[in-house]
Nanobody
Framework: QVQLVESGGGLVQAGGSLRLSCAASGTMFSINVMGWYRQAPGKQRELVAIIGIGSGGTTNYADSVKGRFTISRDNAKNTMYLQMNSLKPEDTAVYYC???????????WGQGTQVTVSS
C-alpha cells in the first residue's frame, strides 16, 4: 500500500526549467526503485528516469532527457524529485511518479502532473 503524489508541473517556455516532486507514503519498505514516466496524448507512457532506493542512488535516464534532467531522492523523506532543465516542446506530457517493488512484483503510480512546454 503505497500512495504517490506529484507536484510541480506547469506551463513553461522552451529553455525553461521545472522541478517535479513526488511524495510517497504508506508501506515503503519493499520499494526498490522509483522513477518518472511521462505520457503525451496519443502516445505510450515512456520511462524518463529511474533511481535506486535502497542504497547507492543509482540512476538511469532516457536518451531523450539525458544531460537535461536530473532525478534525485531523499529516502528519509520518502520524496523523489525530477529537475528538468532546458525544456523542449517535445517534453510536453503528463509526468507520473512510479514506485516499484521487486519483492512483491508490484507498481504504484501517482496521479500525474501536467508539464507543458511552449515553443
Amino acid at each position: 500500500q503505497v500512495q504517490l503524489v506529484e507536484s510541480g508541473g506547469g506551463l513553461v517556455q522552451a529553455g525553461g526549467s521545472l522541478r517535479l516532486s513526488c511524495a510517497a507514503s504508506g508501506t515503503m519498505f519493499s520499494i526498490n526503485v522509483m522513477g518518472w514516466y511521462r505520457q503525451a496524448p496519443g502516445k505510450q507512457r515512456e520511462l524518463v528516469a529511474i533511481i535506486g532506493i535502497g542504497s547507492g542512488g543509482t540512476t538511469n535516464y532516457a536518451d531523450s532527457v539525458k544531460g537535461r534532467f536530473t532525478i534525485s531522492r531523499d529516502n528519509a523523506k520518502n520524496t523523489m524529485y525530477l529537475q528538468m532543465n532546458s525544456l523542449k516542446p517535445e517534453d510536453t506530457a503528463v509526468y507520473y511518479c512510479n514506485a516499484h517493488s521487486t519483492y512483491y512484483v508490484k507498481d504504484y503510480w501517482g496521479q500525474g502532473t501536467q508539464v507543458t512546454v511552449s515553443s
